[in-house]
């Protein structure tokens, strides 16, 4: 089934790809990482965690195993069907609006960088909406190199490589991004469109947003814990 991709955004490779180039059986490959460790770390235990962005589940499942509850919302059906265990919702991300509150609300994979500002901007209006009062919205940012850094290649323990290929901008401060993942059996490509925050932009659209930065989670200032504005 042929679909529809965004404009500036493109995918190639074997399986189903999303319309924002992702390509769903890569995604089922990649491995888990540290992140769900730093995320436990940083919110209460057994938190109800509501994941914006959760793709194939790749730190869903790992999020269940540490015992937190998660819903998992991506808006890509064919993503979905690959997360067990959760309840799951299909919609864009920056319309949803549940009419409940998280404990937690995790924006990760670097949604915050989309190249649309509306977009953003909606992402981090869906995050104010669903999260708790006392609650926290965790962000991760990409790393301040990450557009600047290229080309660059990273070979995984697991046996593939990923290469950041190119980060060329294209008008109003957004880059176009062309990223290539190789396994000894197939071979996947992604364009997308992404938009470098500086530290003090990334607190800028926080605060737009009505959210503050409670603490920088790494040393890289990746990984961000934010909160509420009191009176937002």
Known sequence: MRIEMREGYEGTGPGAITPDGCAVELYSRLPVGGEPDIIAAAVPAGARILELGSGVGRMTHPLQERGFTVTAVDDSAEM????????????????????????????????????????????????????????????????????????????????????????????????????EYVFPDAVWTQTFLSRPLTKDQFEEALAEAGLKVDSYLTPDRIWVRAVPVAGD
């Open 80 to 179: 979905l069907e690959r997360v067990q265990g959760a309840r799951t919702i299909c919609g864009p991300i920056e319309n949803l609006d549940l009419g409940e509150i998280f404990d937690v609300v995790l924006l990760a994979s670097f949604l915050v960088h989309a190249g649309d500002i509306e977009v953003r901007r909606g992402l981090l209006r869906t995050c104010v909406r669903h999260v708790a009062a006392g609650g926290y919205v965790l962000i991760q940012r990409a790393g301040e190199d990450y557009h600047t850094k290229v080309p660059r290649e990273r070979i995984d323990p697991s046996g593939f490589t990923v290469r950041m290929v190119s980060a060329e901008p294209v008008g109003d401060g957004v880059d176009s991004v062309h990223a």
